[in-house]
């Protein structure tokens, strides 16, 4: 398989988008630890579905906007699973709202779990790369970043503004150490989080509207951002970074686009 014998990290990943990333890879023959923050049941199920199919994975408990806990965190999976090579930074938080509505409370959480967190965990899993001269760093950004008119996603698109931004930077950072920094920015996606905060009429006509804004007509699934994330984390993807990959249909609501 294209990933045997690497070891992945997958924050966030006890559903939705990091649930789908974290069973690609391993599919992929990667050895996962599944990063969680509170959500220990489902987590303990994906790595359980991992290892029922032969795999090897571990749930961790980690709070990524615990700038402390990188470390812990990287030295807890390489001492389970072996050697770090592929780093998934996908855990982040969001909270709504636009200017009449800022909140720096709100603000300094998101800036510190979608941007100083991510920074911070990558500078961790980093070391051992460099030294093995080989790595993939995959940030999970958001469209939000390029200018989407979605109403209440200002502050949280300025978080992932910067996770872009840190991508290029860290690209070039690292890549002289065969590591590749890229991100993946989808669209709409349809989680269990999006159903959960929608009753069904709801969420009938929001599934309705959104893909009527997509070219292809339809609304986005976690393995659409996953088939993006197992190609960035292969062997075939060496020569990619420093880049962001939009994955949302052809979104074509955006305030402006360069």
């Known amino acids: ?3 045997s014998g690497r070891v ?7 559903r939705g988008i990091g649930r789908a990333i974290a069973l690609r890879l391993a599919r992929e023959g990667a050895a996962v630890a599944v990063s969680y923050r509170t959500n220990r049941t489902p987590a303990e199920a994906v790595a359980g579905e991992i290892r029922a199919a032969g795999g090897r994975a571990l749930a961790i408990e980690t709070d990524v906007g615990e700038l402390g806990a990188a470390a812990a965190l990287v030295q807890a999976v390489e001492r389970e699973l072996g050697p770090l090579g592929i780093l998934v930074n996908n855990a982040a938080i969001i909270h709504r709202g636009d200017l009449e509505a800022f909140d720096p409370v709100a603000f300094e959480q998101m800036w510190r779990v979608n941007v100083a967190g991510l920074a911070a965990l990558t500078r961790e899993a980093a070391r051992g790369m460099k ?3 080989w790595g993939r760093v995959i940030n999970l950004a958001s469209i939000a970043a390029h200018g989407t008119s979605l109403a209440g996603t200002s502050f949280y698109a300025a978080t992932k503004a910067a996770v872009i931004t840190l991508t290029r930077r860290f690209a070039m950072e690292l890549g002289p150490y065969g590591i590749t920094v890229n991100a993946i920015a989808p669209g709409f996606i349809l989680t269990d989080m999006v159903a959960a905060e929608q009753t069904p009429e709801e969420l009938e006509r929001l599934l309705a509207a959104m893909a009527e804004r997509a070219m292809v007509r339809r609304i986005g699934q976690p393995e659409d951002i996953a088939h993006v994330a197992a190609f960035l ?3 075939e993807s060496g020569f990619l970074t420093a880049q962001t990959i939009t994955v949302d249909g052809g979104r074509t609501d955006y305030i402006g686009r360069a």
């Open 8 to 14: 992945a990290l997958v924050t966030g990943a006890s």
């Open 233 to 235: 984390a292969s062997e």
């Open 1 to 3: 398989m294209a990933l």
């Open 131 to 133: 030294q093995r001269r």
